[in-house]
Structures are given as structure tokens and as C-alpha cells.
């Protein structure tokens, strides 16, 4: 995991930086593990990958049932096949009080 991390582009470290903080805030005891090879918070039965592409990150294992309504809000962010693309640039407008309720919710809260 540590790997990951490290190799993780420093333009897009900040981002990761703060979603790992997110995350840890509103599940403190959420388990990383490398999955599919990359970060993935587990939490009981729900898990959400995280991995860090050229654009910035993505998001895989939420449910459209379980966002917090951030879905409904940036749909623009949402790829193909339940991915939400984040860049950087897009997440200077997002606020850590919705980025957090998503992490939440996506995790089973």
C-alpha cells in the first residue's frame, strides 16, 4: 500500500491526501487494503476503491443508492460503469462537508 502512495504524482497527492482524510474521519476504523491495485476503504460488508489516474482520482463500488445525493448534484463526474472521476480542479468546488457525507454514504453510513 505504502508503494501506492508513494508513487502517487505529486499534483495529485493533495487530492488523495484529503480523501483519505475524509474517509478516516467519518469511518475511523475503515480497513485499507490494495485491491485491484488500489486503495480500498472496507467498511463491514461495503467497499470503495479509490485509485489515482492521470486526469485525478476515481471512485469504484458505490451505489447510486448510496451517495449522499452527490451523484445528483455532479453529474458530470460519473463515468461509465459506476465510476466517478474526480479531478483536482473539480475538487476545489466540492466542499469537505459533501465530500465527506459521499465517503460516508458510499461506505455504508
Keep these: ?3 501506492y502512495v508513494n508513487a502517487i504524482d505529486p499534483a495529485r497527492q493533495p487530492l488523495f491526501d484529503r480523501v483519505r482524510r475524509l474517509v478516516l474521519e467519518v469511518h475511523p476504523t475503515a480497513e485499507v487494503v490494495l485491491s485491484y491495485k488500489m486503495p480500498t476503504y472496507v467498511v463491514g460488508r ?7 489516474w492521470r486526469h485525478g482520482l476515481s471512485f469504484y463500488g458505490w451505489t447510486a ?3 449522499a445525493g452527490f451523484v445528483a448534484r455532479h453529474p458530470d463526474l460519473v463515468g461509465s460503469k459506476g ?17 465527506r457525507a459521499f465517503l460516508a454514504a458510499a461506505l455504508g453510513d
Design 46 to 52: 461495503h467497499r470503495l476503491y479509490v485509485g489515482v
Design 1 to 3: 500500500m505504502q508503494a
Design 65 to 67: 443508492e448510496r451517495t
Design 83 to 99: 465510476t466517478l472521476k474526480l479531478t483536482p480542479a473539480d475538487a476545489e468546488d466540492i466542499d469537505d462537508d459533501e465530500l
